[in-house]
């Protein structure tokens, strides 16, 4: 029996040049085949470059991209899907409600699609 089937593993690190914070994430995933159905997705490397710009104390802007990289899969030895490459842009606003309390929006378009997103982040 498998004990994991992908493993995730991310590093993010910023700048901050006020009122401007720089910020680049990189993700990957690490997917492990399932030998019972002999599937081996393709493991996975994301990369996205951001940057905020604080209007004051409660309202923050963002524009980022991010590259993401998905490596070739097979079924049962043959090729099931290839390798792709994808990009995307997003730009947000921040809002902080409360000193701990965040919303945010944050519109994301690539090739053909468009997404909106609301985030709402609690820290304890």
Do not use: C
Request: aromatic share 12%.
């Amino acid at each position: 029996h498998d004990r994991w089937r992908s493993f995730k593993l991310g590093v993010r690190a910023y700048k901050s040049i006020d009122p401007i914070i720089i910020s680049l994430t990189v993700l990957g995933r690490k997917n492990r085949s399932k030998t019972q159905h002999n599937i081996k997705e393709g493991d996975q490397i994301t990369v996205s470059p951001a940057l905020y710009f604080t209007i004051n104390d409660e309202i923050t802007l963002n524009w980022g991209m991010s590259g993401q990289y998905i490596a070739t899969s097979y079924r049962n030895g043959r090729l099931s899907s290839l390798s792709r490459r994808m990009v995307s842009f997003n730009m947000g606003i921040g809002y902080m409600i409360e000193y701990d309390w965040t919303m945010s929006v944050t519109s994301t378009m690539s090739d053909n699609n468009v997404g909106v997103s609301i985030q709402s982040e609690y820290q304890f």
